[in-house]
T-cell receptor, first 113, second 116 residues
């Protein structure tokens, strides 16, 4: 019930390509879905987040797509750049109980020039 | 402005020794979180503080793990009688509080613990 499943585990993309990372959750009470970006030796940093009242949220080259009926959400990175190379974590919680952020296992993205 | 800081950045200890990991949250943040990140794994929730109290200790893996927070600020995570399976990066995060629009968690750089 509390798991968030993330795939793929690793992803290699050519510069300029689209990176897509998928997550699935089980708990229908979840209503807050953030994505975190982590560079080596650093802590994760919030990248973008979505609530289920919208099906898509875009910030620059980063877009979250949300499918409530399928209990899935995904991160799309358009025009991927080498500087996007990092580990990406999806997470989920209820908005008013965010001490219980449940994280996915992470996706290591490598963007080659 | 200053972010979340953690010390030490790296800690190597012998099996059976006790270790203390420190977290300084962002000033004014009332909520503080500890996570453990093992190689190739996601972030495992350990404990959460609201002010000085810890309403949720459910993630602590054993009674060898404990944490405290004093003055609503600095927090210390203590691991007693360390085992090799305790080797991981321990991350601390803080947020303004844990509800409404103040929920973004800001992470520190972590403490890499190696138990030999």
């Amino acid at each position: 019930q509390q798991q968030v499943k993330q795939s793929p585990q690793s992803l290699i993309v050519q510069k300029g390509g689209i990176s897509i990372i998928n997550c699935a959750y089980e708990n229908t009470a979840f209503d807050y879905f953030p994505w975190y970006q982590q560079f080596p030796g650093k802590g994760p940093a919030l990248l973008i987040a979505i609530r289920p009242d919208v099906s898509e949220k875009k910030e620059g080259r980063f877009t979250i797509s949300f499918n409530k009926s399928a209990k899935q959400f995904s991160l799309h990175i358009m025009d991927s750049q080498p500087g996007d190379s990092a580990t990406y974590f999806c997470a989920a919680s209820t908005l008013y109980n965010t001490d219980k952020l449940i994280f996915g296992t992470g996706t290591r993205l490598q963007v080659f020039p | 402005g200053a972010g979340v800081s953690q010390s030490p950045s790296n800690k190597v200890t012998e099996k059976g020794k006790d270790v203390e990991l420190r977290c300084d949250p962002i000033s004014g943040h009332t909520a503080l979180y500890w996570y453990r990140q093992s190689l190739g794994q996601g972030l495992e929730f350990l404990i959460y503080f609201q002010g000085n109290s810890a309403p949720d200790k459910s993630g602590l893996p054993s009674d060898r793990f404990s944490a405290e927070r004093t003055g609503g600020s600095v927090s210390t995570l203590t691991i007693q009688r360390t085992q090799q399976e305790d080797s991981a990066v321990y991350l601390c995060a803080s947020s303004l509080d844990n509800s409404g629009l103040s929920y973004e968690q800001y992470f520190g750089p972590g403490t890499r613990l190696t138990v030999t």
